[in-house]
C-alpha cells in the first residue's frame, strides 16, 4: 500500500543553518507529494506541494523536487530561522485517491 | 486562518464513555474528512463524507462514526471510548472530492481519554 517514510528527528539547528528533511514514498502510479508543517498547539497547514515528477515545489524558503527515480521529496531550506521551529510532515495523496499518508514527522528546533 | 474550525478545542473523557466532535467546513466546500493523529505519529485517515455521503473509509472500527449535514458540517462520533483514543482530531474540508490535494486543515481537537 501507499505510505511515506521520512528521517526520524528531533533536528537541532542553529539559526541560518542549511536544513534537509529527508522523505521517501511507496505507491503505486504517480501520487502527489506534500510537506506540511505543524506549529505547536496548531492543526497542519500546507508548506509547498509537487503533483508530478520533477517538480519543485517552494514556499517561503523551503523547497522540494519530486523524484521518481529515488521515490523521493526531500524538504530544504538554505538558511532557517527561530520561527521555522515545528513538525514538518510529509504526505503523498494518489491521484486517484481521496485520502492523505503521513509520515510519523519530523520535529525541528531552531535555537539562536 | 482556513476557515474550518473545529469544536471543542479540548476535551477530556472516561474510559467508554462516547463523544461528538464537531467541524464547520470552509464556505462552500461539500467534501469533509477526519484524521487521528496520535502523539508523536502522523495523521491517519478515519473516513471521508462527500454530499452527506460516506465516501472511503481507513483501518478504524466502526464505533468510529461520522455525519454530514446538508450545510456540509462535519460530526465524528466515537463509541465506548478507550485510552488509545487519546489523540488530536483533525478535520480537513475541499471544495470538492476531486479536489482534496487542496485541502484546508482545522486546528484539531485534543481527546484524552483517562
Known amino acids: 500500500g501507499d505510505s511515506v517514510t521520512q528521517m526520524e528527528g528531533p533536528v537541532t539547528l542553529s539559526e541560518e543553518a542549511f536544513l534537509t528533511i529527508n522523505c521517501t514514498y511507496t505507491a503505486t502510479g504517480y501520487p502527489s507529494l506534500f510537506w506540511y508543517v505543524q506549529y505547536p498547539g496548531e492543526g497542519l497547514q500546507l508548506l509547498l506541494k509537487a503533483t508530478k515528477a520533477d517538480d519543485k515545489g517552494s514556499n517561503k524558503g523551503f523547497e522540494a523536487t519530486y523524484r521518481k527515480e529515488t521515490t523521493s521529496f526531500h524538504l530544504e531550506k538554505g538558511s532557517v530561522q527561530v520561527s521555522d521551529s515545528a513538525v514538518y510532515f510529509c504526505a503523498l495523496m494518489a491521484n486517484t485517491g481521496n485520502q492523505f499518508y503521513f509520515g510519523t514527522g519530523t520535529s525541528l528546533t531552531v535555537i539562536p | 486562518e482556513t476557515g474550518v474550525t473545529q469544536s471543542p478545542t479540548h476535551l477530556i473523557k472516561t474510559r467508554g464513555q462516547q463523544v461528538t466532535l464537531r467541524c464547520s467546513s470552509q464556505?462552500?466546500?461539500?467534501?469533509v474528512s477526519w484524521y487521528q493523529q496520535a502523539l508523536g505519529q502522523g495523521p491517519q485517515f478515519i473516513f471521508q463524507y462527500y454530499r452527506e455521503e460516506e465516501n472511503g473509509r481507513g483501518n478504524f472500527p466502526p464505533r468510529f462514526s461520522g455525519l454530514q449535514f446538508p450545510n456540509y458540517s462535519s460530526e465524528l462520533n466515537v463509541n465506548a471510548l478507550e485510552l488509545d483514543d487519546s489523540a488530536l482530531y483533525l478535520c480537513?474540508?475541499?471544495?470538492?472530492?476531486?479536489?482534496?490535494?487542496?485541502?484546508?486543515f482545522g486546528q484539531g481537537t485534543r481527546l484524552t481519554v483517562v
Open positions: 480537513a474540508s475541499s471544495l470538492d472530492k476531486g479536489r482534496f490535494m487542496e485541502a484546508f
Open positions: 464556505s462552500g466546500h461539500n467534501t
